[in-house]
């Protein structure tokens, strides 16, 4: 398991003890990353974080333009594994969470232990830091940074 | 018929209520609960235990259990498998009579769906 955070490492591996999700990737709901569990290549992480987004930014619109509250979760249903994705708020703004799992458990285990650690991340966020500008020349090495921090190396 | 066997299950005194789970996934088909009792918590938990105890029965070469009863301080929780894929679950009480209650789940796992 690799977090940007370390307040989010905690509640996150009380959550994937829990659910025995066997891939799990924690995001901003613009696609940014913030932790993942399962992932072994950097392109695969960016691509689930961007699609993941995706999903969830057009169930969020679909969901306007039928005049409806936001849908919470969309869950793909596979035979052999299921993608549960959903979006919850913390402290720090909408969160989006990509959950895969597989028949050693549920998707009703899933939706309880995320719901769980839902709340323990919202409990566990640090108040918000103040917005800085990103200079160009800081942008490599944050982005570096975080990837290091995503993957050790 | 599903609100028949809630009914009949939820009549029983000490029954703090009643679900119908989807085995594979966990998830509530239907239930009658008292207030507080958290349906989908249940639901969850008892489909994974149920399943969990088929797989112990089927690697001991036995057929797999038609009743679980867990009993707590608190309460017993009691889960029949039903056929199309579902689990009769019912959260009661500790003085519930606990032989009317697996009689009322074998019937409602053999009506169910």
Known sequence: MRALEAWVEEPLTTFLSESAARVTL????????????????ALDVMSAAALGAGIM??????????????????????????????????????????????????????????????????NAAPTAEPPRQVLAEDFEAELNSSLRALFGR | ????????????????????????????????????????????????????????TMALGQPEPVMMHVAGAGGSLLAAPGRHGLLIVAVAAPDVNAGELRLGLLDAAGRAA
């Open chain 1, 26 to 41: 924690l995001m901003t709901s613009s696609g940014q990353v913030v932790a993942q569990h399962g992932f072994t290549r």
């Open chain 2, 1 to 56: 018929m599903i609100a028949d066997v809630l009914a009949g299950l939820t009549r029983i005194p000490g029954v703090r209520g009643v679900l119908i789970v989807s085995r594979d996934d966990g998830l509530v088909v239907a239930d009658a609960l008292m207030e507080g009792v958290d349906g989908a918590a249940i639901a969850a938990l008892a489909a994974s235990l149920a399943g969990r105890m088929r797989s112990v």
């Open chain 1, 57 to 122: 930014a057009s169930t969020f619109e679909l969901a306007r333009v039928m005049g409806s509250r936001p849908l919470g979760a969309v869950v793909h249903h596979g035979s052999s594994v299921g993608v549960y994705l959903a979006a919850f708020e913390t402290p720090r703004g909408r969160w989006l969470g990509l959950v895969v799992f597989g028949g050693e458990t549920s998707l009703g285990l899933v939706q309880l232990f995320f719901a769980r650690l839902a709340a323990d991340l919202a």
